[in-house]
């Protein structure tokens, strides 16, 4: 850091520094590779242990995993500013890691001010992106409470590591996450910044904007089962073909979203036994629905159900659905969203309210009851969990201003309504 950095509060150019660095030590030229759960999000971590050391703050990691940097301050209510390290595998340099760089930064802003008025925590949320065990927001659940330990327990990645196994390498347990809700005890206002990850805002040839709340969403694991034959010597008319059963039902859910306003998307195929000279005898597909309104999420789901059933009576095998992961819509403060339109007009002249089709780690956190709002950042091409991923510079230091515009904002409501509540 150099001498006229230390002077200055906000230093915005640090964060596309870091975020730069980070990309260095644990990407490739593929993409990043911070996949939670893995010697190479750990490598992550203690980079930010690292850049954290120089902060009057104390570091702990809870019993998800999540890791906290707490800057005591006046008042023991909590401004929660978060993100996660982890990435998608060859992912993109901002996706997750700009969340917590620029928080960082804004952390330093405010200890570089003395005490602040409230106490301010900087969290790692553990495993958002779900991206080995296909369960997102992992850690942020055992915090808000809606964990269901015994719903991830069998869970298993291409390995065929077990979740309880990959954690314990790590020192998490599973029959203990649940403890991590006790940090919720004082959590006032939680502020997450993140790149869009769409195109709006690129089309509108603005740079940030407001988000109002989350998609809800809706994932399983579907498991289609006929009969491995020769691919040679089977009649078409004979077969009992698991992948074509399940490629129908991945066209149909298309179809069924399209209709409705809702995205959906199959992630993952695996066909078992998995050579070119056998049909496919197993057949299993992830399949995630999303959407703002819950009876329209409701809707294409049944009507993807009720569609796998017919499909695997004419195909001539079974099918079996398996719920990984479902989470409501949900909507954040309406005073934290004017905050942050009020923070994004002063700093770039314009804003835009728009929702989240992807999921983060504030929806947890809103379903735990505290008040919360996210800012994005424009994408360029609408690119995320690609390494083509990409965001201005300029546009990354705007937003970054905007946050800490957010902070100060945000730590003064949360006095007015300790004054109010007194």
């Known amino acids: 850091m150099s001498a006229r950095e230390m002077q200055t509060a906000l230093v915005p150019a640090r964060v596309v520094r870091e975020l730069r660095e980070l990309q260095e030590l644990t990407g490739t030229s593929e993409g990043a590779q911070r996949v939670c759960w893995t010697e190479t999000w750990a490598r992550a971590r203690a980079w930010m242990r690292d850049k954290l050391s120089a902060l009057p703050v104390t570091v702990e990691v809870d019993e998800a995993g999540n890791q906290w940097a707490t800057l005591p301050g006046r008042s023991p209510h909590a401004l929660l500013i978060g993100g996660h390290i982890d990435s998608v595998p060859n992912g993109g340099w901002l996706d997750g890691c700009l969340n917590l760089v620029a928080g960082l930064e804004v952390l330093r802003r405010i200890a570089s001010e ?19 065990f296909g ?67 690129e089309q509108l040839d603005l740079p940030l904007a407001v988000v109002l709340g989350t998609y809800g969403v809706e994932r399983h694991a579907i498991h289609f089962r006929g009969q491995a034959a020769h691919a040679g010597s089977t009649p078409m008319h004979a077969r009992r073909d698991a992948f074509s059963a399940a490629a129908r039902l991945a066209l149909a859910a298309r179809d069924h979203a399209m ?103 504030a929806a947890e956190v809103a379903r735990a009851g505290i008040p919360t709002v996210m800012l994005f950042v424009q994408s360029l091409r609408g690119l995320s969990h690609a390494k083509e991923e990409d965001t201005k510079p300029e546009h990354i230091e705007l937003a970054v201003q905007a946050f800490d515009r957010l902070g100060t904002k945000t730590m003064g409501w949360i006095g007015n309504r300790e004054v109010d509540n007194a």
């Open 135 to 201: 369960r997102s927001l992992l850690g942020s659940s055992a915090f808000s409470g809606t964990l269901e330990v015994d719903e991830v327990r069998n869970l298993r990645d291409h390995d065929g590591i077990s979740l309880p196994d990959a954690l314990v390498r790590y020192g998490v347990e599973l029959d203990r996450m649940a403890q991590a809700n006790r940090q919720v005890e004082g959590a006032a206002a939680y502020l997450e910044l993140h790149i869009e990850q769409g195109p709006v805002l």
């Open 259 to 361: 209709r409705a306003g809702a995205v959906a998307t199959v992630g993952r195929v695996t066909v078992q036994p998995g050579i070119p000279t056998a049909i496919a005898g197993e057949c299993e597909i992830t399949l995630d629905q999303r959407h703002l309104d819950l009876a329209v999420l409701s809707q294409v789901l049944d009507e993807a159900r009720q569609a796998s059933a017919t499909i695997a009576d004419e195909e001539r095998v079974e099918v079996i659905w398996e719920r990984i992961w479902r989470i409501d819509p949900l909507h954040f403060s309406q005073d934290l969203i004017e905050l942050a339109d009020e923070a994004i007009r002063e700093t770039a002249g314009s804003s835009h309210r728009m929702p989240s089709g992807p999921l983060h780690d």
């Open 114 to 132: 003395g005490t602040p008025p409230v106490t301010v925590r900087l969290v790692d949320w553990a495993d958002e992106e779900g991206a080995r």
